[in-house]
């Protein structure tokens, strides 16, 4: 069973960036579709950005252009760098593996926007 482990979380003031990591444990990361999701008080979680094992990306509509995701198979680890922060960019972010129909949380790390 794999792990997950995100860092990189912290309070930033509008306009600044942060960038989250998440790093896996065992040998077939390369192998796993890759997301980070996001929950905010009182609202249900979302997906964020999403990488793919052949590296394709995918991004809601409000972090396009502000935020990247990314992943290294060397270092078993996947990216999100966050540009541009706003308030509403506020939330617990999690990293998500999925490989067939296996899925795999981490722990999640707190995202504070504020000034």
């Known amino acids: 069973q794999v792990q997950f482990v995100e860092s990189g979380g912290g309070l930033v003031q509008p306009g600044g960036s942060l960038r989250l990591s998440c790093v896996a444990s065992?040998?077939?990361?390369?192998?796993?579709?890759m997301g980070w999701y996001r929950q905010a008080p009182g609202k249900q979680r979302e997906l964020v950005a999403s990488?793919?094992?052949?590296?394709?990306?995918n991004y809601i509509e409000s972090v396009k252009g502000r935020f990247t995701i990314s992943r290294d198979n060397a270092k078993n680890t996947v990216y999100l760098q966050m540009d541009s922060l706003k308030a509403e960019d506020t939330a617990v972010y999690y990293c998500?593996?999925?490989?067939?129909?296996?899925?795999?949380w981490g722990q999640g790390t707190q995202v504070t926007v504020s000034s």
């Open positions: 990488i793919t094992s052949s590296g394709s990306t």
């Open positions: 065992g040998s077939l990361f390369s192998f796993y579709n």
């Open positions: 998500n593996g999925q490989r067939g129909t296996f899925g795999y």
